[in-house]
């Protein structure tokens, strides 16, 4: 039922999660392998952050109630409902990329140390986050009948299984479970400033910031093409390289593909930690004013997404 091959290595991230939690859980270990487990489990659940992005844009299963249980499955495993992922993401970040409706602009982290801007990126735009999806489900979820039931389903399930851990045994559950999600949200929200920082939001190539590096992209599906994925969301992942190589290098300043992840996070964020534009020169970063309201009334065409047969599709 997958409606691509490639999605094997998606079910096989997400079955990795699951055994290094249950492995975490039955035996118990201490010590220094104890942090080991959870920082590898932390990795694990920000790479089923990765899987929980894609499959907002484009579902894994021809029929509907796989796609709805997959879900379940995602959110269980990333830690947060994905519905509530998905107008924010869309409607906000792709539709008005680091203008003032925008809530997770780069330009609201403003410290000279750029190593702060990383740190702080985090806690500087998720209140915004969280305003602008309470407001989307009072103003527009009525209307959206099908996203809001499958919310109310991946809800009940990660919530349900947190608290019951945590009632079970906390410690276990705090190490396991809370941390590793935290580490996950943590992650997937702050990379956006490493994609977006010091591009140009009104070139139609040079807005996102590409990591091209083969080992990069096998672990995280292909995510390090950005720049394809802002231009066609919906575009499944294993097709990110080919439509980056055809439609996006061609037209793409050199600096906006980076080879290394980790080179360029630390030439960026700690030596020299200069924050530049993506041409070399000192990024001067100003205030654009507060957000600007993303939540458009009679948005039908994002609320037909919403219900359309595949629930994660917009």
Known sequence: ???????????????????????????????????????????????????AH???HCPVFTRRWANRAFQVWVSLSYGFPISEYIPGHNLSHHR???????????????????????????????????????????????????????????????????????????????????????????????????????????????????????????LTVNNGYHGIHHLEPGLHWSLLPAAHAERV??????ALEERSLPAYFFRTFIYPGKRLRYDGAPLVVTDPGPDRDWVLPGDAGFIAGLESAAPARV
């Open 1 to 51: 039922m997958l409606r691509y091959r490639a999605d094997r290595r998606t079910l096989g991230i997400l079955t990795s999660y699951g055994v290094l939690f249950i492995g975490g859980w039955m035996l118990s270990p201490s010590g220094p392998l104890l942090w080991a487990w959870v920082a590898v489990l932390s990795g694990n659940a920000w790479l089923c952050a990765v899987v």
């Open 54 to 56: 894609n499959t907002v």
């Open 96 to 218: 008005y990329t680091q203008a003032r409706e925008d809530v997770m602009r780069t330009s609201k982290v403003r410290f000279r140390w750029n190593l702060l801007n990383f740190l702080c990126f985090f806690p500087a735009v998720t209140p915004a986050i969280l305003r602008g999806n309470a407001r989307f489900r009072k103003l527009r979820g009525e209307k959206a009948a099908a996203w809001r039931r499958q919310l109310l389903l991946e809800a009940t399930a990660v919530w349900g299984v947190k608290v019951a851990l945590l009632l079970v045994d906390w410690r276990k559950a705090l190490l396991l479970l809370v941390i590793p999600h935290l580490v996950a949200n943590y992650g997937i929200v702050t990379i956006n400033l490493l994609w977006h920082d010091g591009c140009d939001a009104e070139h139609p190539f040079n807005h996102s910031r590409n990591f091209v590096g083969p080992l990069l992209n096998f």
């Open 249 to 254: 290098r061609p037209g793409l300043h050199p």
